[in-house]
Every structure is written in structure tokens, then in C-alpha cells.
T-cell receptor, first 112, second 116 residues
Framework: DQQVKQNSPSLSVQEGRISILNCDYT??????FLWYKKYPAEGPTFLIS?????DKNEDGRFTVFLNKSAKHLSLHIVPSQPGDSAVYFC???????????FGKGTLLTVNP | DGGITQSPKYLFRKEGQNVTLSCEQN?????MYWYRQDPGQGLRLIYY???????QKGDIAEGYSVSREKKESFPLTVTSAQKNPTAFYLC???????????????FGDGTRLSIL
């Protein structure tokens, strides 16, 4: 049973435009959400996180939005750059739980 | 320059052999983790350790073993009991075991294990 779902395996965007990556979750105990970026043959790199007490967190070109009622979060990248091309993983944890539950990832391709 | 070092980057194992993957961190983090990634899949937790001399099973611990004798080291042994060991293995660490605030898990660059 997938508790964190990234329903789009891939996304293609033009350079300079906005990239929107989506993530849905089913476990209402999740209260901390993270986005990681991963290049082939490398480990994931932490991008941005959000606590359930917030609905938005911004860091430079990256903004994460959280809609708790819909159990949905999204990552916005503006403007998109070719170097952003990578697999993006959504992850979540809940309460005192150490464990991160990951989605399957979305491959973002930013075309010059 | 602090970080997590995994070695080797590529590893080959014959059927029936145990093999140990190394993970070292110099971030002074208490918690360490091992994940497995298969093609088209998310990361799945194998084992984690919140503190030295303590570790717990994750979701897919069968066929794996770990030790945590030093804060900076968390080696993973893939035993012959693991029936499908070919995968990309990732080690991670965090300041503490509880997620929240600005305490994300940070990852090494992984070890790709293949069966000969």
C-alpha cells in the first residue's frame, strides 16, 4: 500500500517556465514533508521541506505548497533551468516516527 | 568538508557470498539509515540506528545485517539469505532520529550491487 504517491512518472518543461511536481499521501499521521532531487548514480540531495503547521515554504526558486485537507503537496520550480533535470522524490514522516516514506519519483526534464 | 562516504561505488557478488557495504559520516550525526532503491521504485528502509550500539529493522530487513560500533560508521552486510540483492544501496544520516524542523536526512552517493 503506497502511502506516498507521485502519479506522474515524468514531466517535461521548457527552460524559464514553471515546473510543478505533485505528491499525494494517505497517512493522516504524516506531519513533515520533504523533497529530494536525484541525479543518476548519485544519492538524493535534500531540496526543501515543510511542516504540517505551514501551508507554504519558499527557498529561492523552489516553493513547496501543502494542502492538508486534500493530503496533497506540490513543488514549484520557477524559473526552470536545464540543470534542474533530475528525478524528484517526495517523502513524508509522522509524529515521533523516524521513518521517511518515499514516493516513486518524477523525472523532470527541462528543455533548453 | 562534511559528508557521507559510501564505498565501493560498484560491487559484485557471487551467489552464496556475503558482502559488506561501507558507510562513514563526519557530520557528527546520531542517526544513520540504509535504504534500497530498485528501478522505478522509491527508497525502502532496510535498517536504521538512532545511536551507537543500537539499531532497528526497517521495512525490508530480511537478508541484511548491520552494526553500529562507532558513531561515524554504519556498515551493511548483504547475506546469502537475501534472494534478490541486486539494487542501488543508499546510506543516510540525520542529526537525530526524529524528523521535523530543519533536520532532514542527508544521503551518500550510493553503492550499486550486482550478482555475478
Amino acid at each position: 500500500d503506497q502511502q506516498v504517491k507521485q502519479n506522474s512518472p515524468s514531466l517535461s518543461v521548457q527552460e524559464g517556465r514553471i515546473s510543478i511536481l505533485n505528491c499525494d499521501y494517505t497517512n493522516s499521521m504524516f506531519d513533515y514533508f520533504l523533497w529530494y532531487k536525484k541525479y543518476p548514480a548519485e544519492g538524493p540531495t535534500f531540496l526543501i521541506s515543510i511542516s504540517s503547521i505551514k501551508d507554504k515554504n519558499e527557498d529561492g526558486r523552489f516553493t513547496v505548497f501543502l494542502n492538508k485537507s486534500a493530503k496533497h503537496l506540490s513543488l514549484h520550480i520557477v524559473p526552470s533551468q536545464p540543470g534542474d533535470s533530475a528525478v524528484y522524490f517526495c517523502a513524508a514522516s509522522g509524529g515521533s516516527n523516524y521513518k521517511l516514506t518515499f514516493g516513486k519519483g518524477t523525472l523532470l526534464t527541462v528543455n533548453p | 568538508d562534511g559528508g557521507i562516504t559510501q564505498s565501493p561505488k560498484y560491487l559484485f557478488r557471487k551467489e552464496g557470498q556475503n558482502v559488506t557495504l561501507s558507510c562513514e559520516q563526519n557530520l557528527n550525526h546520531d542517526a544513520m539509515y540504509w535504504y534500497r532503491q530498485d528501478p522505478g521504485q522509491g527508497l525502502r528502509l532496510i535498517y536504521y540506528s538512532q545511536i551507537v550500539n543500537d539499531f532497528q529493522k526497517g521495512d525490508i530487513a530480511e537478508g541484511y545485517s548491520v552494526s553500529r560500533e562507532k558513531k561515524e560508521s554504519f556498515p551493511l552486510t548483504v547475506t546469502s539469505a537475501q534472494k534478490n540483492p541486486t539494487a542501488f544501496y543508499l546510506c543516510a544520516s540525520s542529526i537525530g532520529p526524529i524528523m521535523g524542523g530543519d533536520q532532514p536526512q542527508h544521503f551518500g552517493d550510493g553503492t550499486r550491487l550486482s550478482i555475478l
